[in-house]
């Protein structure tokens, strides 16, 4: 029997995403950026969705050309649901429900968050080359959100800890804007960072309770040093640039390994696995690796670059997992743009 194909749809921020999977394997995943942010040092709202709109059926048609196929022979489309903005997933969900429509086939809608946790369990998506065993601790890292979730099973997510203002990604944008970097600052960060010295600068960890973050704090305390230093020095910046980079990723990735230490601690689960934008920064995977390493029985699972940020494959992997436990919406359903994990 044909194995079912799978298309799935990402429009949550700035990234249009179309992806087919069939047999957990991705047949193509293409990813449409809208560049036109970068100078606005954020996503304007208005505009992603004006793109998405410009954007995703050409993102579709690439798809089903790149994977091969017709698109009759694709069985169902899933679509991010939500969280993110309300603009492009209102885009991403009418395109989705007038394919469903049109071929007449089942609708699936995926949670985002969810989504990059499950990325996963799509064929060598992670360094490892291998899906983790349940349960686990999904540490979600993104411009959106922080969150370390307790992963039972597939669909059964249990939110441990959360961010109790911005995400990680979100200060490190900030940050890395007032370093005189575009719009998403977190790759040129990790970039500039590579020949720094992690040691020079020291910036103060937040006092958070239990396994919540605060980022915003920190952020503030960076921008301020910088500030500060610049007064006296105008080629502070310019001098330090690498070592501020460096030292800044150091504290960010004691954060999450405090935090992930205190949530083993508490659930007694050892296998940990990185998910979201951030999971691509090199200072934050080594951190984990020589964690794991040092610590034999702790299993840590690290996606591909590829994985790390939005993409479709990740919507129809979890689109793929919902079609085979018959979890399908009604075309009436809408997004939610604070949809719960
Ligand atoms: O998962 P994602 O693509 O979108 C959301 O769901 O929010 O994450 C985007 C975030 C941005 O804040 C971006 O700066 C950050 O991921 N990011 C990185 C790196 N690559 C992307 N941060 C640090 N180092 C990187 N290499
Ligand atoms: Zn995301």
């Not at 990185?274 to 934050?284: C, D, T």
């Amino acid at each position: 029997k044909k194995k079912p194909i799978i298309i799935g749809i990402e429009s949550s921020c700035d990234d249009t995403g179309v992806s087919i999977i069939q047999n957990r394997k991705v047949l193509s995943n293409i990813i449409i950026h809208q560049k036109i942010h970068n100078k606005y040092g954020g996503v304007v709202p208005e505009l992603a969705s004006r793109l998405h709109d410009q954007n995703i059926a050409r993102a579709v048609q690439k798809a089903i050309f790149s994977a091969k196929i017709h698109r009759y022979q694709i069985d169902a489309v899933s679509f991010t649901l939500g969280p993110g903005l309300i603009g492009p997933l209102l885009v991403g969900a009418s395109f989705a429900k007038s394919f469903s429509m049109g071929l007449d086939i089942p609708l699936l809608t995926v949670n985002h968050v969810q989504a990059h946790i499950l990325s996963h369990f799509i064929q060598n998506s992670n360094i490892n080359n291998s899906y983790p065993e349940f349960p686990f601790l999904g540490l979600v890292m993104s411009g959106g959100h922080t969150q370390i979730i307790k992963v039972n099973d597939f669909f059964k997510m249990e939110v441990l800890g959360s961010t109790l203002d911005d995400s990680i990604g979100e200060s490190l944008d900030k940050i890395a804007r007032m370093l005189g970097f575009c719009y998403p600052g977190g790759p040129m960060v990790d970039f500039f960072s590579k020949n720094g010295n992690e040691k020079k600068f020291v910036f103060s960890k937040p006092k958070v309770n239990g396994l919540n973050f605060s980022f915003s704090g920190f952020k503030s305390d960076v921008l301020q040093f910088i500030k500060k230093k610049l007064k006296r020095d105008n080629f502070f910046l310019k001098k330090n640039l690498s070592d501020i980079c460096a030292s800044i990723q150091n504290i960010i990735a004691e954060i999450l390994l405090d935090k992930i230490e205190k949530a083993i601690l508490q659930t007694g689960i050892f296998r940990i696995v990185l998910a979201g934008g951030v999971s691509a920064n090199h200072k934050i995977r080594n951190s984990f690796i020589s964690f794991s390493k040092k610590n034999k029985e702790f299993e840590i699972f690290i996606p591909k670059k590829e994985y790390t940020t939005d993409n479709g494959a990740m919507i129809a992997i979890t689109g793929l997992l919902k079609y085979e436990r018959n979890l399908f919406d009604s075309i009436h359903i809408t997004p939610y743009s604070k949809f719960k994990t």
